[in-house]
């Protein structure tokens, strides 16, 4: 087994926690790769010599037997999809963030989690990515695991037109829209007044952003439906958020969006169900009278 290690710099790493992950590596003799940032904190925090070998800048290279550990929160996590070596390639992450929707560890187990990974019994979950096409400067194309979102530059309202499969659903007036994956109905969708999905199932939810007609909900669609988005910023620009990355889109701009021809295999060390994780995250039927 192949360990991609990734954390961001920023992030307030914890000594203690950073020793148990090497030392889980080293004890169980894994192959391993830190990206250079993560390297350099693990080198000044724990003294512990990261060698050029196990160090990496750009994509890792796949091995066939990879997994692509990260530690962090969700935002972490989101930022390691596109590090993947493959689409085969399954990530786990050890939050030290704070609510950790995505990742599965709470920092405490780590030495359990790496007894998972040698003995092959991680809990494995395919969810599905949102292909985007537009205008933008990554080459045209993206991918999101969480949502998509399209939101004014600026003080000025923006029109959002919606069509699905080339039928024309809405035009929705206000700040944007917010198109999520079950996956990412828990993050940006749930603030906006979106519905709770359980990952498992096979839809999108498109969710106005401070919508001006106040009749516009929050709305449940098939996954293999293709969505068309034409935008009016009224001879303004608009921003396209996928996911943990921002671009900018100029006005009268059009974005196509469909789920991904490839998935995400997310890895869990128990067996805690997407419900347990919402009773334990939101505090469900917990009473403090």
């Not at 080293?26 to 390297?39: G, I, K, M, P, Q």
């Amino acid at each position: 087994m192949n360990i991609i290690l990734f954390s961001r710099k920023e992030l307030k790493h914890r000594p203690e926690q950073l020793r148990t992950i090497v030392d889980s590596i080293t004890r169980h003799n894994l192959e391993y790769s830190v990206n250079e940032d993560f390297a350099n904190v693990i080198e000044s925090l724990t003294g512990i010599h990261i060698t050029a070998e196990h160090r990496y800048t750009n994509l890792p290279q796949a091995t066939g037997n990879d997994l692509l550990v990260t530690y962090g929160g969700d935002g972490t996590l989101l930022d390691a999809v596109e590090l993947r070596p493959s689409a085969t390639t399954p990530i786990v992450g050890i939050n030290c963030g704070r609510l950790g929707y995505l990742t599965a560890d709470d920092g405490q187990g780590i030495e359990e989690l790496f007894e998972h990974i040698v003995r092959g019994t991680l809990h494995l979950e395919e969810r599905q990515l949102l292909s985007v096409e537009a205008e933008i400067e990554c080459g045209g194309k993206c991918l999101a695991l969480n949502e998509v979102t399209i939101h004014r530059h600026g003080a000025t309202m923006i029109s959002v037109e919606a069509l699905i499969n080339g039928k024309h659903i809405a035009t929705y007036h206000g700040d944007g829209i917010i198109i999520s994956t079950p996956t990412g109905s828990t993050a940006y969708s749930l603030s906006a007044g979106g519905p709770i999905v359980d990952p498992m199932c096979n839809c999108l939810v498109l969710s106005p952003l401070a919508p001006h007609n106040l009749t516009m909900r929050p709305i449940v669609i098939p996954d293999n439906a293709e969505i068309t988005l034409k935008l009016d910023a009224r001879g303004g620009e608009v921003f396209l958020s996928s996911d943990n990355r921002t671009y900018t889109l100029k006005d009268r701009a059009t974005v196509r969006l469909h789920k991904a021809c490839e998935g995400l295999i997310l890895a869990t060390p128990h067996n805690n169900s997407f419900y347990d994780t919402l009773r334990e995250k939101m505090m469900w039927g917990v009473d403090n009278r």
